[in-house]
């Protein structure tokens, strides 16, 4: 966005550009059809629903979590889901085969209680079983799923030498904004811990973290690296589900000062947002976000800094007394009014929002590539109130 669409932003509000949505679009499916892999869009990052008809022109499938992101795919993607849960419910399981192509245990205790209601069904529905190769290079513990005493998969030595029927693939998660190197590796683990199985199975699904639309991602080493894996096993249909890669850079929060404080040599801008409601992942990663026109430094660099520096910290307008980030420093010193743009903030960000405090949602709005912006989604009062009892 430039200056003047920025201004024409209602604020705050999250704004998806739709030319690179799809850009990313664009490139996820070479992939696909270079490496003669299905990609396909976990929910668990992005579900702007609105925006799926985009998405349909690249992609023909989704991945889901929960009964309540299988539903979305089945009713408004217009696919049933490739699904995975650390445990099905018995009251939603027959909604999942209705709304789900792929359904993937968490464990054989699951797969024997659930699948004989799979065999009684009227849905067509393959079977996995999520598998733990015992390695990640995630390096926060937050998102690492083959952390040791993980609850995710089964490790190889709880797999009968035959696999239980029904059983037609094998999923694994083991990356999060990944490179190509980082899966390179992880194929030698699952190869090494569960090469006997993969001959007798249907498909793989390698799960998300495959950041390929960052720029230094190497793209060609990842579809020669598939290309590699389908000439070793020509049984086995390819999957990747990868979330980021889809709204990675897209888009951007927009917010704006409301106010500056002072204390102790800190200068506070207070925004319209909040980092703990609205930017969750900030503060659970953490990391700190790009602002346009505004330069990063170092966490403790605001302390002290002479205020002509225009070096800030900002601020979130809910009560968690951590509810801010700092610093930033600005061409120009920011008075109440001015915008304050928090790029890439699409994915992940637009999920995991919540309503502490009652504050106001960021609105939600695709800028298309002729210039018009479409609000998809401004948030009033009952949103927030029917969250409640």
Not at 378 to 387: C, G, I, K, L, S
Request: aromatic content about 10%; charged content about 25%.
């Amino acid at each position: 966005m430039d200056k003047e669409q920025i201004m024409q932003v209602s604020s705050p509000c999250y704004v998806m550009e739709e030319a690179l949505l799809r850009r990313n679009l664009a490139l996820i499916s070479r992939v696909a059809k270079e490496a003669g892999v299905e990609i396909i869009l976990a929910f668990k990052a992005f579900a702007l629903w609105k925006s799926f008809p985009i998405f349909r022109e690249y992609i023909q499938s989704v991945t889901a979590s929960s009964i309540h992101e299988a539903r979305l795919a089945y009713e408004e993607f217009g696919s049933r889901a490739h699904a995975f849960s650390p445990a099905y419910t018995d009251g939603e399981f027959d909604d999942m085969m209705r709304f789900c192509s792929h359904i993937s245990f968490n464990s054989l205790s699951q797969y024997s209680r659930l699948y004989p209601r799979v065999e009684g069904s009227a849905h067509v529905v393959s079977c996995g079983i999520r598998i733990n190769p015992e390695y990640s290079e995630i390096e926060t513990e937050l998102y690492n799923p083959c952390a040791p005493g993980s609850r995710f998969g089964v490790t190889a030595d709880l797999l009968p030498e035959e696999l239980p029927l029904g059983i037609e693939g094998f999923h694994c998660h083991c990356h999060c904004e990944s490179s190509s190197y980082a899966l390179e590796n992880t194929l030698k683990h699952i190869e090494e811990k569960f090469g006997r199985w993969l001959p007798k199975i249907k498909w793989l699904n390698l799960g998300g973290g495959h950041l390929m639309t960052r720029k230094d991602y190497d793209v060609e080493h990842l579809i020669a690296l598939l290309q590699s894996l389908r000439g070793r096993y020509p049984n086995l249909q390819i999957i990747l589900e990868p979330g980021s890669a889809f709204a990675w850079q897209t888009g951007s929060l927009v917010s704006s000062v409301v106010d500056i404080v002072e204390s102790r040599g800190i200068r506070t801008a207070i925004l319209d947002v909040s980092f703990t409601c609205h930017m969750p992942d900030c503060l659970e990663m953490p990391y700190q976000p790009k602002v346009t026109g505004a330069e990063t430094l170092d966490a403790d660099a605001v302390k002290g800094a002479p205020f002509e520096e225009n070096i800030y910290r900002l601020g979130g307008n809910s009560c968690l007394s951590g509810d801010y980030m700092g610093s930033w420093k600005f061409a120009q010193p920011l008075s109440v009014g001015d915008r304050v743009v928090f790029e890439d903030m699409i994915h992940y960000t637009t999920v995991k929002t919540n309503m502490f405090n009652g504050i106001s949602h960021p609105s939600i709005a695709l800028l298309h590539e002729n210039g018009e912006l479409e609000t998809y989604k401004e948030f009033r009062y009952e949103d927030y109130r029917d969250r409640m009892c």
